[in-house]
């Protein structure tokens, strides 16, 4: 499976962005799916993934209430609100196959940019 992310831009703290990841080559019907974040000078952190079959969620803290993800079989989304400068990072989104137990595909990356 393929995917490209996009919706990275540059916007002041407390804006809004709405991140989307298109698959391609198959559906991700299957997949467990995220979006992980790597700021200058630190380790890729995972900020929020959806379960294959939509029931189970997970955001990471600094996130939570103001990050949504959301998905489809084709397309996953990050409606992120309220943003702040440390939500300053390359966005990734990547697909799981069920059973995996790890992340094996990772779309390019999209920048996002909050300034204060």
Partial sequence: VQLQAS?????????SLRLSCVASGRTIRSYTMGW??????REREEVASVSWSGETEYYLDSVKGRFTISRDNRKLDLQMNNLKPEDTAVYYCAAQRVGDGKYG???QGT??????
């Fill in 7 to 15: 919706g990275g831009g540059v916007v002041q703290t407390g804006d």
């Fill in 36 to 41: 992980s974040r790597q700021a200058p000078g």
């Fill in 105 to 107: 595909y990772w779309g």
């Fill in 111 to 116: 920048l996002v940019t909050v300034s204060s």
